[in-house]
């Protein structure tokens, strides 16, 4: 099973400052087709999870542009630009581009 | 408008079987692959099972097979996850999540609200 390792597991972040969250995957997220599915998800306390970006870097529909992923093979990362109140939450980097998909352990984000 | 209404968690003993079920609706849902993912309380995410949109293809994960099977009604819109041998490390909530693509999924982009499975005596 590929593995996903999240760093850091605990981010405070002051509100209006970057923040960034780090995955790396075990094994090259290299797909067959040639594409990476690493995506990253939110979730906040008592919500089911909200994807945000998908293969690296396309922001899922609605999400905002302070948002942003980068990376390649197996290594990845998610960006805010500037953290909002409602950032707040769990993050998550999932790979679906082997069976079984595997999610990182969570980043949880809070506001200092 | 996606919507995915999971139902049928309950309290179940160890050993007990429960089937969940999972209605959608908003989209075609012949076309596209359906997941389950699932959280326990205060723990991060794991992957259960998968579908495609014909149900040809059904994949799981090692802590669920041999004990669950995944299945879907196109006629309907339903998804279900058969659960058996259900043992503690089962108590979870479980979300129902719509694939992007009729064979797979490539990302998660809808989730259910979930419902609660906990086993315990």
């Known amino acids: 099973d590929i593995v996903m390792t999240q760093t850091p597991l605990s981010s405070p972040v002051t509100l209006g400052q970057p923040a960034s969250i780090s995955c790396t995957s075990s094994?090259?997220?290299?797909?067959?087709?040639?594409?990476?599915?690493l995506s990253w998800l939110h979730q906040r306390p008592g919500q089911p999870p909200r994807l945000l970006i998908y293969q690296i870097s396309n922001r899922f529909s609605g999400v905002p542009d302070r948002f942003s992923g980068s990376g390649t093979g197996t290594d990845f990362s998610l960006k805010i630009s500037r953290v909002e109140a409602e950032d707040v939450g769990v993050y998550y980097c999932?790979?679906?581009?082997?069976?079984?998909?595997?999610f990182g352990q969570g980043t949880k984000l809070e506001i200092k | 408008e996606v919507q995915l209404l999971e139902s049928g968690g309950a309290l179940v003993q160890p050993g007990g079987s429960l089937r969940l079920s999972c209605a959608a609706s908003g989209f075609s849902f012949n076309k596209y692959a359906m997941a389950w993912v699932r959280q326990p309380a205060g723990k991060g995410l794991e992957w259960v099972s998968a579908?495609?949109?014909?149900?040809?293809?059904?994949d799981y994960a090692d802590s669920v097979k041999g004990r669950c099977t995944i299945s879907r009604d196109n006629s309907k819109g339903m998804l279900f996850l058969e659960m058996n041998t259900l043992g503690v490390d089962d108590t979870a909530v479980y979300y129902c999540?719509?694939?992007?693509?009729?064979?797979?999924?490539?990302?998660?982009?809808?989730w259910g609200l979930g419902t609660l499975v906990t086993v315990s005596s």
């Open positions: 579908i495609s949109g014909g149900a040809a293809r059904t």
């Open positions: 999540v719509k694939g992007d693509t009729f064979v797979t999924s490539y990302h998660f982009a809808y």
């Open positions: 094994q090259s997220l290299e797909h067959s087709d040639g594409n990476i599915y």
């Open positions: 999932m790979q679906a581009t082997q069976f079984p998909f595997t």
